[in-house]
């Protein structure tokens, strides 16, 4: 391994915690990452995508992102389709070696895998993660009434730390190893993309920059100096450069929308009214009839009409960006022009009142903006003001700490983790925080992120899940009791703190809370408190052969356990 791919894979495994791996397997970690960041702008747990093992059928790495989103389990790819109306997705598999040399035999390994997972009846051994992923894939290929858009696209990656030469031998296997994959029907395009040192070194270096994009804005009046602002404009895009802003080059949408107030909300009215003028073919009327996008973004480069976006997000318009996504396939809906507004500030007090200010045209109650505008901004401070090792940073918005020097990857808590670690902890529901994290928020309406909550029960149930996964990391509690992490937080939190819980806005449970933390920054004492929390799992006989824990009563043995004692 060349120098600099080692310097990079060190400062990868020390930002992950990776020390007690060896090399080979932090390659595979930082293989994928540098891989999938590239196709999915947003916070992805390792571990999440990681297939290397006993039974991976030759493959280190799998992603399933479905309308811009990384899939971890059917429920979650039901709750997404099912909003949204459609399905688009790209697949990606990832084999990764730190040979210095392109072996022809082990892409032609990696092929074969990739064939067999992707057939009717897979004949390979496959390992949990990997049975899990093919259970995925075989929900995706039974709503293929929903890909309205297009088939699934495939992407296979091979990574070494050599250089691609483009040798006959191994550029026939790869084509030939393509066109057998193309053959099964089942998709929209099929890649295969040879990584060397120097194309991974460059994918990593990515995953620092923000996203950007260039767009022709030649429509556009300029606004008034605005306090804060750096320069404001409003105009209309026409439908391929608006469309460019929201969705890469294989369409798959960006995950953009982490200001905005509300996820896409699916076939409601107003949603069904935008796509309804599109399919009359109307496309003039939409321009007048639709209240438009605004977009806030960090930078923007000007070269004469050619601007250039960098780290931006649609505050307001996640509605209109997702039914035009959707609806690509109509007849002429190039001649579609989109209004816009883009503000270029860096001043998050000024993105949140516009965030507050242009949602309008979708019903949204008082409660929601405040849930996910104040409160989540709040909440990120709170973060920030806590010292010690229980330092973790709330990722309010995606990708917020990728560059940021001396935040270690493990330190971040995305949304969903934040969610799911919550409702586990204090509303006592791990069996129910499987599926995407903004369905769960509308299961438990009013019960999370509520305006008058503390915000000490979300940091410490935000650290039980830093703390744990880091027992799991260095061995002290066995990996095999990662499939009920979520019960053990419940656990934890019920040993520590105690069965029954004042309320959530009460100044004792932000006494409770700090003493809580305490015990969880004692390493000793975190690691007896989570063993005692895997003595109960075992007290309860969960069987832990199956895949999945989302049965209540489950959770209710657990539970009953301490009312009996």
């Known amino acids: 391994m060349d120098k600099i791919t080692k310097s990079l894979l060190d400062s990868f495994a020390s930002e992950n915690e990776l020390g007690k791996l060896g090399e080979d397997k932090q390659f595979e970690h930082?293989?994928?990452?540098?891989?999938?960041?590239?196709?999915?702008?947003?916070?992805?747990?390792?571990?999440?995508?990681?297939t290397g093992a006993g039974g991976d059928a030759a493959i280190?790495?799998?992603?399933?992102?479905?309308?811009?989103?990384?899939?971890?389990?059917?429920?979650?790819?039901?709750?997404?389709?099912?909003?949204?109306?459609?399905?688009?997705?790209?697949?990606?598999?990832?084999?990764?070696?730190?040979?210095?040399?392109?072996?022809?035999?082990?892409?032609?390994?990696?092929?074969?895998?990739?064939?067999?997972?992707?057939?009717?009846?897979?004949?390979m051994v496959h390992n949990e993660k990997l049975k899990s992923c093919r259970a995925i894939w075989d929900a995706i290929v039974e709503k293929s009434a929903f890909m309205v858009n297009r088939r699934p696209a495939c992407k296979l990656f091979y990574v070494t730390t050599g250089k691609w030469i483009g040798d006959q031998n191994l550029v026939a296997v790869v084509t030939s190893g393509r066109r057998e994959i193309e053959e099964s029907g089942l998709f929209e395009t099929v890649s295969m993309t040879p990584l060397g040192a120097n194309e991974i070194q460059k994918y990593y270096h990515e995953t620092r920059n923000k996203l950007s994009a260039t767009i022709n804005f030649q429509s556009r009046i300029t606004l008034p100096d605005i306090e804060g602002v750096k320069e404001a404009y409003l105009g209309v895009l026409p439908y391929k450069d608006f469309m460019s802003l929201v969705q890469d080059e294989n369409d798959a949408i960006y995950n953009i929308f982490y200001d905005n107030v509300r996820d896409f909300q699916g076939e409601n009215e107003v949603n069904k009214k935008i796509k309804g003028t599109l399919a009359a073919g109307n496309f003039e009327l939409f321009c007048v009839l639709n209240n438009g996008v605004t977009i806030v973004a960090t930078s923007l480069t000007p070269a004469g009409n050619r601007f250039t976006l960098r780290d931006y997000q649609i505050v307001n318009g996640c509605q209109t960006s997702n039914v035009l996504h959707g609806s690509q396939a109509i007849a002429g809906i190039e001649n579609v022009h989109v209004p816009v507004k883009i503000i270029v500030t860096e001043d998050e007090e000024i993105k949140n009142e516009i965030t507050v200010a242009t949602n309008s045209q979708t019903e949204v109650k008082a409660e929601q903006l405040e849930a996910l505008t104040v409160f989540q901004k709040k909440l990120e401070q709170y973060f920030a003001a806590m010292k010690g090792d229980g330092k973790l940073y709330y990722e309010r918005r995606a990708q917020q700490y990728h560059s940021s020097p001396g935040v270690r990857k493990t330190q971040i808590i995305s949304i969903p983790i934040?969610?799911?670690?919550?409702?586990?902890?204090?509303?006592?529901?791990?069996?129910?925080?499987?599926?995407?994290?903004?369905?769960?928020?509308?299961?438990?309406?009013?019960?999370?992120?509520?305006?008058?909550?503390?915000?000490?029960?979300?940091?410490?149930?935000?650290?039980?899940?830093?703390?744990?996964?880091?027992?799991?990391?260095?061995?002290?509690?066995?990996?095999?009791?990662?499939?009920?992490?979520?019960?053990?937080i419940m656990l934890a939190r019920m040993i520590g703190m105690g069965v029954e819980l004042p309320a959530l806005n009460s100044g004792k449970m932000d006494r409770l809370c700090d003493t809580f933390a305490k015990t969880l920054n004692d390493d000793g004492k975190c690691a007896d408190l989570f063993r005692a929390a895997v003595e109960k799992i075992e007290e309860a006989d969960f069987d832990l052969t199956q895949k999945q824990f989302k049965s209540e009563t489950e959770t209710m043995k657990l539970i009953d356990l301490f009312d009996a004692n």
Request: charged share 20%.
């Open 30 to 50: 930082f293989a994928n990452f540098a891989v999938i960041s590239k196709l999915h702008r947003s916070s992805f747990e390792l571990e999440s995508v990681s």
């Open 418 to 488: 934040q969610i799911k670690a919550f409702a586990s902890a204090f509303l006592m529901v791990p069996h129910a925080v499987s599926g995407y994290y903004g369905t769960i928020v509308q299961r438990f309406k009013g019960q999370i992120f509520g305006q008058d909550h503390k915000y000490s029960p979300y940091y410490v149930s935000a650290l039980c899940y830093f703390r744990l996964e880091g027992l799991f990391r260095n061995g002290i509690i066995d990996v095999k009791y990662k499939k009920v992490r979520f019960h053990l």
């Open 60 to 123: 280190d790495g799998i992603a399933i992102l479905v309308n811009g989103k990384l899939i971890e389990d059917v429920e979650e790819l039901d709750d997404i389709v099912g909003e949204a109306g459609h399905l688009d997705c790209d697949v990606v598999f990832i084999q990764s070696k730190t040979s210095s040399n392109f072996e022809g035999s082990q892409i032609g390994s990696f092929i074969f895998g990739v064939k067999d997972f992707i057939s009717d009846a897979p004949k």
